[in-house]
């Protein structure tokens, strides 16, 4: 088995059978996803319960609110676009689950359908992001805490960014669960609870603002850690074939879904497992 960290975010794994890792493998694997954030599998032949049973090695499984569930498997979200739908999930950076008091640890995503084209996955290292902040910077951020939210992004309101595209209808939904869902705290930089690195944890989809902080002063250093973040040199894009397998940690890297597949169909199968509290 050999572990190949890439260019600007993740590794890339080869040589190694997910459905038949010995204990020596899964420790190596676990190693370098506390590393690198991101990892990467090619030419896997998993069925849904070899994704199920890959994802429980690392931790009970997340049962999704929002997403549509696999008709057999209600461990597996579906993250899928047909042919004549314009909107994506997933387009823009973002990481899963930050409005939960307890955030997902991350989630394995296998690509079952793919477009001939398009449909990469960008996916940028939040260990990069805090570690090439200026001093002064990560002076002012030491000890801030900021706020996330689903309502947003999957709630009921008239600002739910899926209620404004339509045709997620069937794809996202459970609306009631984001309107009952409270909006919860994280430290703006987290010590991970795997690597004991540090990482900035703030995202543009569900960091809604700093907590003390004017709406003014709070959108102006959002801002500024977003631009920084989002820097390619901290990110790669990740180009999906059949078999491909990608596995990430919530805490520590964001991810971006590319639509640019109009007219094609792209299904993929996601499975979240659960996370701890952050400090």
Known sequence: MQISALPGAGAEITGVDVRQMTGPEFD?????????GVIFFRDQSLSEDDHIAFA?????????RFFQAHERYPE????????????NI???????????????????????????EGGDTWFASMYTAYETLDAATKKEIAGLRAV???????????DNFYKANRDTDGRIGNTAAADVLDDVVHP?????????????YVNPAFTVRIAGYSDEASNALLMRLYAHAMNP???????????????????STWHWAMNDYHGERRLMHRITIEGCALN
């Open 28 to 36: 190596r694997i676990r190693a370098a996803y506390a590393e690198h």
């Open 56 to 64: 429980r090695r690392f931790g009970p499984i997340n049962i999704n």
């Open 76 to 87: 597996i979200a579906l993250v899928l676009k047909e042919k004549e739908q314009k909107t």
């Open 90 to 116: 997933g387009g823009g950076w973002h990481t899963d689950h930050s409005y939960d008091a307890e955030p997902a640890m991350g989630s394995v995503l296998v690509a079952r359908q793919l477009p001939d």
């Open 148 to 158: 996330h939210s689903a309502k947003h992004i999957f709630g009921s309101g008239n």
């Open 188 to 200: 703006v930089v987290i010590t991970h609870p795997l690597s004991g690195t540090k990482a900035l």
């Open 233 to 251: 040199a901290h990110a790669h894009r990740f180009k999906w074939k059949p078999g491909s397998v990608a596995f990430w940690d919530n805490r």
